[in-house]
T-cell receptor
Framework: KNQVEQSPQSLIILEGKNCTLQCNYTVSPFSNLRWYKQDTGRGPVSLTI?????NTKSNGRYTATLDADTKQSSLHITASQLSDSASYICVVSGDRGSTLGRLYFGRGTQLTVWP | ETGVTQTPRHLVMGMTNKKSLKCEQHLGHNAMYWYKQSAKKPLELMFV???????ENNSVPSRFSPECPNSSHLFLHLHTLQPEDSALYLCASSQDLAGSTYEQYFGPGTRLTVT
């Protein structure tokens, strides 16, 4: 069964600290993996997209890694800010075919940054 | 702003009402999507349109009726909804179908409450 599991479910850190969010997936065959940031009451905003051949990709203070062999990805946030408080969603795209079958969403990690 | 707008932002309706959600994208994209986001659950893809044609219907109940008059506009017509349909409804668009590496851009969502 194609699934995307994220951990932890929620996380609280102090401003200025680093943190790492995890995403494990069983989607196969694999096409790409995305990380989205969703602020409360808003739509998700893309942070990174990685294909099979990419191991790491950065977007400012956000760095995503991908290990396609172990089917794991992580999102590392450096020097956290209050504005980083949001839900972070991992989305995995499977093989071509039905669009419906090609996008698999995790439940998200709710990150709270305290001053 | 992502270039995808949704109206209304909030909607409260009774189970016997008929209402419509509107989505408009100003990005020149060919594909548009409706998603449902319930608390503590992953995003659920409802409908996909590509070049105005519906390509996917994820077994959505008939009380939800989509309409795509052109590539820039997408509607979700609602009638005789149930309280469990209360959720955040998100619209998204992409240049091509999102199973590839084409980025999906989300609107801010409509918070729907069914009483």
């Amino acid at each position: 069964k194609n699934q995307v599991e994220q951990s932890p479910q929620s996380l609280i850190i102090l401003e200025g600290k680093n943190c790492t969010l995890q995403c494990n997936y069983t989607v196969s065959p694999f096409s790409n993996l995305r990380w989205y940031k969703q602020d409360t009451g808003r739509g998700p905003v893309s942070l990174t997209i990685m294909t099979f051949s990419e191991n790491t990709k950065s977007n400012g203070r956000y760095t995503a890694t991908l290990d396609a062999d172990t089917k794991q990805s992580s999102l590392h946030i450096t020097a956290s800010q209050l504005s980083d408080s949001a839900s972070y969603i991992c989305v995995v795209s499977g093989d071509r075919g039905s669009t419906l079958g090609r996008l698999y969403f995790g439940r998200g990690t709710q990150l709270t940054v305290w001053p | 702003e992502t270039g995808v707008t949704q109206t209304p932002r909030h909607l409260v309706m009774g189970m016997t009402n008929k209402k419509s959600l509107k989505c408009e994208q100003h990005l020149g994209h060919n594909a548009m999507y409706w998603y449902k986001q319930s608390a503590k659950k992953p995003l659920e893809l409802m409908f996909v349109y590509n070049f105005k044609e519906q390509t996917e219907n994820n077994s959505v109940p008939s009380r939800f009726s989509p309409e795509c008059p052109n590539s820039s506009h997408l509607f979700l017509h609602l009638h005789t909804l149930q309280p469990e349909d209360s959720a955040l409804y998100l619209c998204a668009s992409s240049q091509d179908l999102a199973g590839s590496t084409y980025e999906q851009y989300f609107g801010p969502g409509t918070r729907l409450t069914v009483t």
